[in-house]
T-cell receptor, first 110, second 112 residues
Framework: GQSLEQPSEVTAVEGAIVQINCTYQ??????LSWYQQHDGGAPTFLSY????GLEETGRFSSFLSRSDSYGYLLLQELQMKDSASYFC???????????FGAGTRLFVKA | SQTIHQWPATLVQPVGSPLSLECTVE??????LYWYRQAAGRGLQLLFY??????ISSEVPQNLSASRPQDRQFILSSKKLLLSDSGFYLC???????????FGPGTRLTVT
């Protein structure tokens, strides 16, 4: 089967850096991705890692270690608008299916 | 780039009533299509996926079913809704990069 673990909540202050961790178990692995979801909206794609290492996209970076079945999303220079839920997801067996974690609720305080 | 339409946007239905949610995709051909459900404050649960017309794979046994009558149309149905069917239903397809999921706006279903 496939499962993902991520913290349920994280709180940080505006301007700070926050890291959201994700560990996964999957049969077959094609990549780890991250999504952002604001209240009432649909998830939107942030980043995808197929290989080990760090991928940077503006204020957001994502890291993957396949040997540790672990990844994280790093958000820098936090802004109030970053308050949202963040989901890690694995693309597994056959590359057809993407399975999502339960999500991490990020609260950014002034 | 692709666009996903879902309707209705919100729906309130009594227990035991039927359900039909529609998803249509523009800007891509023969996409893999997915139905997810998100309960309030929870993660996304994959319900069904389809790799082509008439081809449906079910991920979770339940009282829901899916059909794909046309290449860019994906329908989620139920004959008799349960209270536990309440949630946010999202249709998705691969994004332009191929590795990400691109989601439609969703249908918020409340079963009363």
């Amino acid at each position: 089967g496939q499962s993902l673990e991520q913290p349920s909540e994280v709180t940080a202050v505006e301007g700070a850096i926050v890291q959201i961790n994700c560990t996964y178990q999957t049969s077959g692995f094609y990549g780890l991705s991250w999504y952002q979801q604001h209240d009432g909206g649909a998830p939107t794609f942030l980043s995808y890692n197929a290989l080990d290492g760090l991928e940077e996209t503006g204020r957001f970076s994502s890291f993957l270690s396949r040997s540790d079945s672990y990844g994280y999303l790093l958000l820098q220079e936090l802004q109030m608008k970053d308050s949202a839920s963040y989901f890690c997801a694995v693309k597994g067996t056959g590359g057809f299916k993407t399975i999502f974690g339960a999500g991490t609720r990020l609260f950014v305080k002034a | 780039s692709q666009t996903i339409h879902q309707w209705p946007a919100t729906l309130v239905q009594p227990v035991g009533s039927p359900l039909s949610l529609e998803c249509t995709v523009e800007g891509t051909s023969n996409p893999n299509l997915y139905w997810y459900r998100q309960a309030a404050g929870r993660g996304l649960q994959l319900l069904f996926y389809s790799v082509g017309i008439g081809q449906i794979s079910s991920e979770v046994p339940q009282n829901l079913s899916a059909s794909r009558p046309q290449d860019r149309q994906f329908i989620l149905s139920s004959k008799k809704l349960l209270l536990s069917d309440s949630g946010f239903y999202l249709c998705a397809c691969p994004g332009t990069g191929g590795d990400e999921q691109y989601f439609g706006p969703g249908t918020r279903l409340t079963v009363t």
